[in-house]
């Protein structure tokens, strides 16, 4: 059995995913130690977690005057909020490794692919806006 090379989108998306998912893990660590350091101070306090545990995401919210979607980033002064940061730089970067994909496409003129990976950047950039309330109860 013969093997295939891998081919250079697939390279310019491990490439990136790689360094992504480091910055992405290494940004949890720090976060999460300064969190354990109590740096900055957390935007819920640990002894009012038992408080929290059995409330449905609305509940949650009304009693602890936290928004939900984008807003966290106003809250990045506090320890629990801001592990958020890593959560994020996981999450987006698979949108980050198609634009070079997509730039890979576009000069070899492969519209079918390039049509894919755009329809991939639209629904990765619609989910991650919060346009859509799919999902949240």
């Known amino acids: 059995m013969r093997r295939s090379a891998a081919r ?3 390279l310019a998306y491990a490439a990136i995913l790689d360094i992504g998912v480091g910055i992405g893990i ?5 976060t999460f130690a300064l969190y354990l350091a109590g740096v900055p101070a957390p935007y819920v306090d640990v002894d009012r ?5 059995g409330l449905s995401v609305d509940e949650y919210r009304a009693r602890t005057g ?3 979607g984008w807003s966290w980033l106003w ?11 890593g959560i994020a730089v996981l999450s987006g970067v698979t949108f980050v490794c198609y634009i070079p994909i997509l730039r890979i496409f576009l ?3 492969e519209t079918v692919y390039i049509v894919i990976c755009v329809l991939e950047m639209l629904v990765i950039a ?3 806006s919060g346009l859509l309330d799919a999902g949240v109860h």
């Open 8 to 10: 250079p989108e697939q």
């Open 26 to 30: 290494a940004t949890l660590v720090v």
């Open 49 to 53: 977690w038992p408080e929290y545990w």
């Open 66 to 68: 936290f928004s939900g």
């Open 75 to 85: 809250y990045l002064n506090h320890g629990d909020i801001l592990n958020f940061i």
């Open 107 to 109: 000069q070899r003129r």
């Open 126 to 128: 619609i989910a991650a």
